[in-house]
């Protein structure tokens, strides 16, 4: 049984490799606005110690291939971001496709954190 559920979480995980074909940034703002600026600002530069920044994120600099991930599974527990600790819960964002999730995380990982070169394929 929980290994049924251990094979069905993996096989759900997005595919991680970075693809020019899926960045539209036009589409990725709108996709952004609508379901994250709520906590992490349009600028992307989060909301004191309670919602992380986005925009030149260490964290997601260390992490790039975890954006997808976060934003389709959410994210808890203790994280640390530019030296400041942050223990909240993101929610999942059950009604995104891995379609949109894809320009979500090449909006966030171009426009917050200049890392264009991931898509250079
Ligand atoms: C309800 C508020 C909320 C929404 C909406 C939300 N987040 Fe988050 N996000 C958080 C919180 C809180 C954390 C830190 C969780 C923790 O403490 O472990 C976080 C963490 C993150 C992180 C990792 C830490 C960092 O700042 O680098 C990323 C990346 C992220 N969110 C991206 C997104 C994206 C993209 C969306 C939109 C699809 C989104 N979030 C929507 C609240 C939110």
Known sequence: MVLGVLIAVYSSCIDNKFNNATVNLASGYQLYEKNCSNCHQTDGSGLAQLYPPLLNSDFIKN???AVDSIIKYGQKGPI???GVSY???MPSSKKLSDFEIKQIASYVLI???KLDSLYTN
Do not use: I
């Open 80 to 82: 640390m971001v530019n």
């Open 63 to 65: 992490n790039t291939t």
């Open 111 to 113: 426009k917050f954190n």
């Open 87 to 89: 223990n909240m819960a």
